[in-house]
């Protein structure tokens, strides 16, 4: 666990978190939170989120919560700028909110597709955008949670599989942009999940093709949020210097054959 590891890693340093009352966010707050950093935690959930912050508060951690909805166009500037009141700068971005959407393309409507691409794809990009000039002047770092769906097709996952191929790409042109900058900028590929959002896979209507869905389980148990925290600390810390415009897999080999 990140406790012993990067324990003091962040003292003094301002994480923003999405996706922070549950699952992955949940936990890499709190790790970012028990490694000195001020955190501040966005979420639309707002009960999640409170008892996600009380409980990071509650080990003498820092933390703040910010109630978004990541769909809404200005919620690149309304993140960004409510941190900065609360702890003055920003040092690292990650995003890790995401709508995950398991539909046959036949009932995958355009609503679902642009609520699907305006989560997982533009709120990032809004926040980045909106971060980046606190980031360039501290040499902070963005890590971007994408998605082992991001490379290779997978049954009924068409738009968040787009939308996660999209955000690899993000980040990689975003880090190009930014080579001649002290920022970092990297995503974060996870294969299988056992969180809240994924939790809808477990229950599949019926039309689905069981066998199309469980090629894609792989030899290894599915990961949890947990397994996920050092590495995620890792790309956030000085000791990924060398890293920029990488895409870590974290997906216990399903991409490997």
Known sequence: ??????????AGKTVIVTGA?????????????RSGADVAMVDIDRDGLEQSVEAVRAEGGSAR???????????????????????GTIDVLVNVAGVFHFSPVPQTTAEAWDRVFAINLRAPFLLCQAALPHLVERAGA??????????????????????????VSLTKSLAMEYARTP?????????????????????????????????????????????LVDL????ASPRATAVHGACFAADRGITAG
């Open 1 to 10: 666990m990140s406790d012993d590891r990067f324990a003091g890693e962040f």
């Open 65 to 87: 919560p910010i109630l978004a909805d990541l769909s809404q166009s200005d919620v690149g500037s309304m993140v960004i700028d409510a941190t900065v009141q609360a702890f």
């Open 232 to 235: 995620i600390l890792f790309l």
């Open 21 to 33: 009352a549950s699952g992955l966010g949940k936990v890499t707050a709190a790790a970012f939170a």
């Open 142 to 167: 963005i890590v971007n949670i994408a998605s082992s769906s991001a490379f290779f097709g997978h049954a009924y996952l068409t738009a968040y599989g787009a939308s996660k191929a999209a955000l």
């Open 183 to 227: 920022v970092r900028i990297n995503a974060l590929a996870p294969g299988g999940m056992m969180t809240p959002m994924v939790s809808g896979m477990t229950s599949m209507s019926d039309g689905i093709d069981r066998d199309l869905v469980s090629r894609y389980g792989g030899l290894r148990p599915p990961n949890e949020p947990e397994d």
